[in-house]
């Protein structure tokens, strides 16, 4: 069983940047790859980004890709995401994933997370 659970979610004006943090319980921590997925309101959960077991692959939806970051220390139980340039569109609840498969072929997939946070509100005003 892993428990994840998000923070550093917030208001932020268009341009600006916020890090999210999810620390993991469990010693099982780095046998995960992790990802984040982000929900806006009437709309499905989207993949946003995903790391590796060891943090040495990384994946990123498109639209994201140059714009946000992930990383994770796994001496910490924690991955992060730093985003930058944030717009109004990136305005969701954030969702913290661990994915028991190490094959990005699987990472966007929803159906191949193991665990979901309860997700971290982040709000951009245009």
């Known amino acids: 069983q892993v428990q994840l659970i998000e923070s550093g979610g917030g208001l932020v004006q268009a341009g600006g940047s916020l890090r999210l943090s999810c620390a993991a319980s469990?010693?099982?921590?780095?046998?995960?790859?992790m990802g984040w997925f982000r929900q806006a309101p009437g709309k499905e959960r989207e993949f946003v980004a995903a790391?590796?077991?060891?943090?040495?692959?990384?994946r990123y939806a498109d639209s994201m890709q140059g714009r946000f970051t992930i990383s994770r220390d796994n001496a910490k139980n924690t991955v992060y995401l730093q985003m930058n340039s944030l717009k109004p569109e990136d305005t969701a609840v954030y969702y913290c994933?661990?994915?028991?498969?190490?094959?990005?072929?699987?990472?966007?997939?929803?159906?191949?997370?193991?665990?979901w946070g309860q997700g971290t509100q982040v709000t951009v005003s245009s």
């Open positions: 790391i590796s077991w060891g943090g040495g692959s990384t």
């Open positions: 994933a661990a994915n028991s498969q190490n094959n990005p072929t699987h990472w966007k997939n929803r159906e191949s997370v193991n665990y």
């Open positions: 469990g010693r099982t921590f780095r046998t995960y790859a």
